[in-house]
C-alpha cells in the first residue's frame, strides 16, 4: 500500500501539522499573502505556512472581514498551497457564509490542511453567541475530522474583553473539535492564566508590535505562535519609504545616511 507523503492532504500533512503544536515549544508561523512569501517562510526554514486574510485581501485589493470574494479567497490559498512542500493552514475568517461542508471541501481543493475560524460576525463586529459558534465548529470537525481546527476568540477585541468569557469560549471550542484555540488580542499578562485554564491545551498567541516573543510565550505554555497580517504592513512601510526616497531622487540601493 502506497503511503500518503503529500504535506497538503488531510492523511499526511494535517497529522504533522498537528504535531507541531506542543505547548512551550511553539510552532512558529510568520503569516504569508502569496506565492511568493510563503517560498520565503519555506525557505527560511519553518515546517509549516499560514495564511493571513487580512494580508491577503490587501494584497488583492479588497477588504478584510468578508470582503473577498470567496473564490479569490480559495484560489489565493491554493496558490500558496501549491507553491511549498509543507503543510498550509488557512485563515478563512468566519467561512465566508458557506456550510460546514462546503468549507471542508473547499479547503480540500485548495490544499489546505487547517484553517482558522473566527467567533465574531465580520459584518456587524458582534460576537456570535457562544452555543452556535461551538454548534458551527463542531459541524466543520464532523466534515473532517482530520482538518486542524484553530478557533479564534475575539472577546479581547469585539467583546466584554473579559478573561472570563474568553476561557468559557474556548473550553466550549475545545469540546466541540477544535485542536487549537487563538484568544486574539488577549493582553501579556493573562497568558498564563489563559494556558492554565484551558487545561494546557494549545493556544494560538499572535505576536506584534511590543509584545512577548514567541520564546517568551514559550515559557508560558504557548503552543502557536502567529503574526496575522503584521509582517506584509511592515514589507508596505517599507516599500512606502523606498518609493518616497526614490521621489525624492534617491536610488532604493543604497543605503539611507546614518540618522536619515
Known amino acids: 500500500m502506497e503511503t500518503d507523503t503529500n504535506p497538503n492532504t488531510a492523511g499526511a500533512g494535517a497529522g504533522v501539522l498537528r504535531s507541531l503544536h506542543v505547548a512551550g515549544a511553539p510552532l512558529v ?4 499573502w502569496d506565492a511568493a512569501s510563503a517560498r520565503v517562510v519555506v525557505d527560511a526554514g519553518y515546517p509549516a505556512v499560514a495564511t493571513a486574510s487580512a494580508a491577503v485581501s490587501a494584497a488583492l485589493g479588497y477588504p478584510d472581514g468578508h470582503g473577498m470574494p470567496v473564490d479569490e479567497a480559495f484560489a489565493a490559498v ?4 501549491s507553491a511549498v512542500d509543507v503543510p498550509v493552514t488557512a485563515d478563512i475568517e468566519r467561512g465566508y457564509g458557506l456550510p460546514p461542508g462546503e468549507i471542508v471541501a473547499r479547503l480540500a481543493e485548495a490544499g489546505a490542511v487547517g484553517c482558522n475560524l473566527e467567533d465574531s460576525d465580520p459584518a456587524t ?3 456570535v453567541d ?3 459558534q461551538a ?3 463542531a459541524a466543520v470537525r464532523a466534515a473532517d475530522p482530520d482538518l486542524v481546527l484553530n478557533a479564534r476568540v475575539d472577546v479581547h477585541i469585539k467583546g466584554d474583553k ?3 468569557d474568553s476561557v468559557r469560549r474556548a473550553l466550549a471550542y475545545f469540546e466541540a473539535g477544535a485542536d487549537c484555540v487563538y484568544p486574539l488580542g488577549l493582553p501579556s499578562d ?3 492564566r489563559f494556558v492554565a485554564a484551558v487545561g494546557g491545551r494549545p493556544v494560538n498567541i499572535a505576536h506584534g508590535p511590543g509584545s512577548l516573543t514567541p520564546p517568551e510565550l514559550g515559557a508560558l505554555g504557548v503552543a502557536r505562535v502567529s503574526f496575522g497580517p503584521g509582517l506584509h504592513r511592515l514589507l508596505l512601510a517599507r516599500l512606502t519609504e523606498l518609493v518616497t526616497d526614490l521621489r525624492a531622487g534617491a536610488s532604493p540601493y543604497r543605503a539611507r545616511p546614518a540618522g536619515n
Open 190 to 192: 493573562e497568558i498564563g
Open 135 to 137: 454548534d458551527f465548529l
Open 125 to 127: 463586529g458582534a460576537m
Open 130 to 132: 457562544v452555543a452556535e
Open 162 to 164: 473579559s478573561l472570563e
Open 29 to 32: 508561523l510568520p503569516n504569508a
Open 78 to 81: 491554493r496558490r500558496i498551497a
